[in-house]
């Protein structure tokens, strides 16, 4: 285990945790600090008893979540896709005991996940899509100095090693106030579970049953979902949704100035497309203007519900915010938001955000967003969510409009704002970030990753 100092940020325990911290992987848990720094890795595996060996030169390094609140810590996860784990040469009754999509692979799933047309697997970058991403190791610190010092704990196993090679490396975080590549402060909204032994923070709603993020315990309809086999492999595991964005900054800041006249007015569209401010200030609790002492009070700023706006006049019902997580709102199609909800780990990379990039040129500027969806059906979750919720609205009741910020918009896409008397309906709305990579990845305890590194 690396031992590394704490920071600032940390939150104490009030009630004792029920799951197996001490087996389950940092990452699962740990909020991502602010502000953050981090590196994440994809190696291929080139021999079975060399990829072994690699892991068990790196398990002894990968934090568990064990006081996961501390959240100032510097930490490393892993997670294998399936054709790592085929590389790795686990058991044939383990390997089909994964559900088929993890099997198949993000790339193959394209139609269900609706990756088409530029979001398509053929415009991936290298080596997303491949076969060749077997292991993912991701490195989370509040520090550059603790940053640096995890990441070489990280390349030390893999360096003039003949085991793995290390094919795809991309630094993330240490953006001006940790904002995302459009200028909003982000990871906030994230659910409570249960037994994770900290109560929920004020709008985050009742904690949700374990079992519908970490594998091996009842989930919400009181059933554990179907684990990988051995239940040593399979136990306090979970799944990744591994997805790579470029933002497209010129043609979020033309659309901005095509359909707003003045600076407040351009900023109060985009509150409209999220949902919040930049601020991180909910449009539910500042429906007027930006509150940044809200946006930064995490007793407040997720505390609040559609209530009292069920027509979209506050927060407009195809908001990104209000697709991801409707909180109570009452949906066109009936729908149990908690089998539903994620944990996400959102990480920006590249140039910050630039309020005065106007040129299309700007949108090739390596500037994005890596996110990690997790979740004990991560692939369904995923899957639901992309054809349902982000690139439909029938849910929501606006017809065939889709997210403002993550989908994939047609020719002619529309956004509509409710208003009195009538509502404002934005023609031209343009993909904002567009897919340029994805996977799929099981994140095993820290037992199944030593299980999987002994095998003979």
């Known amino acids: 285990m690396v031992t590394l100092e704490k920071g600032a940020g940390e939150r104490e325990s009030p009630s ?27 190696l291929r595996v080139d021999d079975v008893q060399g ?13 568990s979540a064990a006081g996961w609140w501390n959240a100032g810590d510097a930490w490393l996860g892993v997670g294998i896709s399936y054709a790592g784990l085929e590389a790795l040469g686990l058991p044939d009754g383990s390997l089909q005991s994964f ?15 609706r990756d ?43 360096i003039g090693f003949s085991g793995v090679t290390i094919i795809h490396m991309q630094d993330f975080g240490a953006q001006p106030g940790s904002l995302n590549p459009f200028g909003y402060k982000d990871g906030i909204g994230q659910p409570a579970i249960e037994g994770s032994g900290v109560d929920p923070l004020p709008g985050q ?18 059933f554990a979902y179907p684990m990988p086999q051995p239940d040593m492999l399979g136990r306090n595991g979970t799944y990744v949704g591994f997805r790579k964005y470029q933002s ?52 407040r700023n997720n505390d609040f519900d559609y209530s009292t706006d069920a027509r979209g006049r506050q927060v407009p019902l195809g908001c990104h915010m209000r697709r991801m997580n409707p909180r109570n709102a009452r949906l066109a199609q009936l729908t149990d938001v908690n089998l539903h909800r994620i944990i996400r780990r959102g990480t920006t990379y590249g140039a910050p955000y630039d309020p ?30 992309q054809g349902e919720w982000i690139n439909d609205g029938n849910f929501a009741g606006v017809g065939d409009e889709r997210d403002p910020m993550v989908g994939l918009q047609p020719d002619g896409a529309v956004f509509s704002i409710p208003q009195a008397p009538v509502r404002r309906r934005i023609h031209g709305i343009d993909t904002f970030n567009v897919l340029r990579g994805g996977e799929y990845l099981f994140m095993p305890s820290l037992s199944a990753l030593k299980w999987i590194a002994s095998l003979s």
Do not use: C
Request: net charge negative; no cysteine.
């Open 16 to 42: 004792s945790p029920t799951l197996d911290l001490d087996d389950i992987q940092a990452t699962v848990l740990r909020y991502r600090p602010e502000p953050y720094f981090g590196t994440h890795v994809l």
């Open 51 to 63: 990829g072994r060996e690699f892991l068990r030169r790196l398990s002894p390094h990968i934090d």
């Open 99 to 113: 559900p088929e999509a993890f099997r198949a692979g993000m790339a193959a799933r394209a139609e269900q996940l």
């Open 116 to 158: 088409l047309g530029e979001n398509a697997s053929g415009n991936w970058d290298f080596p997303f899509g491949t076969g060749h991403v077997h292991i993912g190791v991701t490195a989370f610190s509040d520090t550059a100095a603790k940053w640096r010092r995890t990441v070489a704990v990280a390349r030390e196993q893999a």
């Open 205 to 222: 709603g009742r904690a949700i049953k374990a079992g519908e993020f970490i594998l091996g315990y009842p989930g919400e309809t009181g």
């Open 248 to 299: 497209r900054v010129g043609t979020f800041n033309r659309f901005l100035q095509a359909n707003a006249g003045t600076p407040e007015e351009r900023e109060l569209l985009a509150a409209k497309l999220v949902g919040r401010w930049r601020s991180g200030a909910p449009l539910t609790l500042a429906p007027g203007a930006d509150d940044p002492l809200l946006g930064e009070d995490s007793q």
């Open 356 to 385: 005065d990039a106007l040129s299309e040129e700007e949108d090739e500027v390596p500037r994005g967003v890596y996110f990690l969806f997790i979740s004990a059906k991560a692939m369904a979750t995923l899957e639901f969510l």
